[in-house]
């Protein structure tokens, strides 16, 4: 069975926790700038296609 991620903003909203959700790097960049201007905690749930991640390994031991 595939897993599938819960929304991760309605989440943290239920926790009284202000939450953003992004589908884009201009989205990421203006709710980015909004989280920060807070004197709070805030989560920003960055969507991304399946199957489209790329694995940090080769930037965090690039030798190996």
């Known amino acids: 069975a595939d897993l599938v991620n819960p929304d991760f903003a309605s ?3 239920s926790f009284g926790i202000r939450a953003y959700t992004v589908n884009s790097p201009d989205e990421l960049r ?16 960055v969507k991304q296609a399946p199957g489209c991640e790329v ?3 080769q930037f965090i031991h690039p030798n190996g």
């Open 30 to 45: 203006t709710s980015l700038d909004q989280a920060l201007q807070l004197d709070a905690p805030a989560v920003i749930h």
């Open 55 to 57: 694995s940090p390994w």
């Open 11 to 13: 989440l943290a909203e």
